[in-house]
């Protein structure tokens, strides 16, 4: 015998300890955790019997780091302010050319502004490389009249997929890593190149807020996940308001606890977006550029994790959604993801009008508002969120407006669906299939303005910023941001 490993041990880690021989080290990072011949369903959970699950899982198609040679580096100038930038590139004659954003965050223990832009950036590597299946060639057409991004990982897959595609053998791809070109994370990719509006997501479409912020003189540090989950609340304190982009949906324990924390010590948090807080990620304890999902139950979701394989690898935690671990997103930020339709808006129809909530709508012409935008043409759209109070939205928040769309064709997420005539609402389906945008107020002064719609931060833009959507924004702003 040469050497012997039993793969049932040191399952977080990258490497398989000897029986005989040579440490066993694990390249690009293969699936652990994995159900063996041992198996025999009496037990869900791998930590509780490592012995029925001595399976690795390698796919040829497991991309990890591509360990390409630095060709340059940047050092980041001390006065450089925190915001957005992207790195433009171009190759000699034929090269080529590409543009890779970055972040630059305040000097670690400082803040340079009163607002903190929390960027999604495990959603981003989780959705990285997405291969949509209803991706079509033609949309190349559009893409070059438009001058969008010219590449699509659905026709480069050798650049490794998302954890929304599947590895070449059918199963889920449940890792998540930033160390290869991620094309869907540059300016200008279109996600839906066959819409009738600007088919924008994630990156490209957070920068509709990044936009109206500059628009409005408003300053702002940048934040990202990776600062959230390493630092917990202490990153974000002393900012008067810390507000999410357009979808922050894949979250660890230590970022939710984060911005938990932060608003139950007085801070004023904002959620501008839909289907937030859903997805429950881990990140590798040896390498924090690695992340992993794995799709247990029920939710929204590409592929699903086979029986006895919902526990993470990188922590043993659970995985699936975090409502399913007892932290649904209605207990944060007091929405929650609701339904699901094709990529189009409608407008709010305002639904309160209390005079103590009459400065949220100072300068707001119409009752029903943002029937347009560059997301799905309209504010409230795609993915929606709404109230719930059996899993935690409070009983004093206060709904300001609800999407006035026709959501006949929208899904119900499967975790509302009891059958097919009752869901876990209590009333019909179509009543369910609603964004609430809502407003409360906590015990130590902090406060949660949240919108329940992907598309909303699309309408912030229109009319040359210069939009009820815009205003019911910069009303809460101006109020939070000047208080002591």
């Not at 509780?48 to 100038?77: M, N």
């Not at 299946?133 to 997929?161: I, K, S, T, V």
């Amino acid at each position: 015998m040469i050497a012997a490993w039993d793969l049932s041990t040191a399952i977080p880690h990258s490497h398989v300890p000897a029986l005989t021989g040579p440490t066993l080290h694990l390249v690009n990072f293969p699936t652990r955790a994995m159900t063996g011949s041992h198996w025999d369903a009496s037990e869900m959970c791998w930590r509780h019997k490592p012995e029925h699950y001595d399976a690795i899982h390698f796919h040829e198609d497991d991309i990890y780091d591509f360990g390409w040679q630095t060709d340059f580096s940047l050092t980041v100038p001390e006065d450089m302010p925190s915001g957005v930038y992207v790195m433009h590139i171009e190759g000699e004659g034929e090269g080529g050319k590409d543009a890779v954003p970055f972040y630059i965050c305040p000097p670690k223990g400082t803040r340079h502004a009163d607002l903190c832009v929390l960027i999604p950036t495990f959603t981003y590597v989780v959705y990285g490389n997405h291969a949509r299946p209803d991706y079509d060639p033609a949309w190349q057409g559009r893409m070059r009249d438009w001058g969008a991004y010219p590449q699509n990982p659905a026709e480069y897959r050798d650049y490794g997929l998302s954890t929304y595609n599947t590895h070449s053998d059918g199963s889920g791809i449940c890792h998540a890593s930033h160390r290869r070109p991620l094309f869907n994370f540059r300016p200008g990719f279109l996600t839906f190149g066959a819409t009738g509006c600007s088919g924008l997501r994630h990156f490209p479409a957070d920068s509709h807020l990044i936009s109206w912020l500059h628009a409005k003189g408003i300053p702002y540090d940048i934040i990202t996940d990776h600062e959230l989950h390493a630092e917990g609340a202490k990153v974000l304190a002393g900012y008067k308001a810390v507000t999410t982009t357009t979808h922050p949906e894949y979250h660890t324990a230590e970022t939710l606890d984060a911005l938990r924390d932060y608003r139950d010590a007085g801070g004023n948090l904002l959620y501008l977006g839909g289907n937030g807080f859903y997805w429950r990620v881990a990140r590798h304890a040896e390498n924090d550029s690695l992340l992993e999902i794995r799709r247990a139950e029920d939710g929204i979701r590409a592929w699903a994790a086979e029986p006895g394989e919902y526990y993470n690898a990188f922590d043993g935690s659970y995985g699936g959604l975090w409502r399913r671990s007892g932290r649904a997103p209605q207990a944060l930020v007091g929405i929650g993801f609701a339904a699901q339709g094709d990529f189009q808006g409608a407008p709010y129809q305002r639904m309160n009008f209390d005079p103590a909530f009459e400065w949220l709508f100072n300068g707001v012409k119409e009752d029903f508002f943002g029937d347009y935008g560059f997301s799905g043409n309209g504010a409230a759209g795609f993915e929606l969120d709404h109230v719930d109070q059996r899993i935690g939205s409070p009983l004093n928040h206060v709904l300001l407006a609800r999407s006035a769309g026709d959501n006949q064709a929208f899904m119900l997420v499967p975790e509302e669906q009891l059958t097919h005539l009752t869901n876990l609402t209590g009333g019909s389906e179509q009543d369910a299939k609603h964004a609430d945008l809502i407003y409360f107020e906590l015990p130590e002064g902090g406060s949660v303005f949240s919108v329940g719609s992907i598309t909303f931060c699309g309408s912030l833009p229109w009319n040359d910023f210069d939009n009820d959507v815009s205003r019911i924004l910069e009303n809460y702003l101006a109020c939070k941001m000047t208080q002591q």
